[in-house]
């Protein structure tokens, strides 16, 4: 299990992409109350992921996730075969606002590069900016990093909060890698080697992948967005 490095607390964000669910394999824009979980083959990734989770610690004090059914169905799956005794489904899924039940390709088109690309403009219509829902992911995950000082916790999330996260934490734009059960490994440090404790995070980018699975396995979510050759980076 991890431990606190001399003059620095640590902790560890693993951030999993839910699944592959029923509202990507129809390429739908399904919000928390329509979504139907996952499909066969995001159970199947589930499995996989947790096999390589317990490979990394002895255990995992809680599993978070977002309130939406693909990822709470992630997060229940692993929790029983990771045997974590605790899930808090407790970050927000944005709304989608007028977009909900259509495809995603006819509401992308003309976007340039969807949310991260238009900030402070709604996406789609009706629900909140992109800027309104990276600034509530940071605050999610800093208060759940400010609890586990010292230790690794899985946050089961969807393609938002991970942008979110790399751009909040990182000031990156997201890698083009982002796939259905696909690992974001965020650490975190606040250095208090020198005079007094320095009250800011600064934060890591470990791994960003999905080695854990094979490649017919390997699936993007709905949200093609993320595919955008604007948004793409050589490397972290």
């Known amino acids: ?14 951030l999993v992409c839910h699944g592959h669910s029923t509202a990507d394999a129809c390429g739908q824009i399904i919000g928390s109350a329509r979504c139907r979980g996952l499909t ?30 693909r990822a709470e169905h992630t997060a229940d799956k692993l929790a029983r075969r990771l045997g974590t005794d605790q899930v808090q489904y407790t970050l927000e899924h944005p709304s989608y606002g007028a977009a909900e039940g259509k495809l995603w390709d006819d509401v992308l088109c003309g976007q340039n590069g969807g949310p991260p690309l238009n900030p402070s403009i709604p996406f789609p219509a009706g629900a909140a900016p992109w800027t309104v829902t990276a600034q509530r992911t940071a605050r999610e995950l800093d208060a759940i990093a400010a609890t586990h000082t010292g230790e690794a916790v899985v946050v089961v ?6 942008v979110a996260s790399m751009q909040e934490f990182l000031g990156v734009s997201p890698p083009a890698l982002v796939v259905n059960t696909g690992t974001t490994v965020l650490s975190g440090c606040r250095s208090s080697a020198t005079g ?3 009250p800011t995070l600064r934060w890591t980018l470990l791994s960003h992948d999905h080695r854990h699975l094979p490649p017919d396995l390997v699936t993007a979510p709905g949200e093609v967005w993320q595919d955008n050759p604007l948004m793409k980076i050589d490397g972290i």
């Open 1 to 14: 299990m991890m431990m606190n490095g001399p003059g620095c607390d640590f902790r560890h964000l693993i």
């Open 40 to 69: 066969n083959t995001g159970h199947r990734q589930v499995e996989l992921l947790a096999e390589e989770l317990a490979t990394w610690y002895d255990n995992f004090p809680v599993i978070y996730c977002t309130r939406i059914g």
């Open 157 to 162: 999330c969807d393609i938002h909060t991970i």
């Open 196 to 198: 007094p404790a320095d």
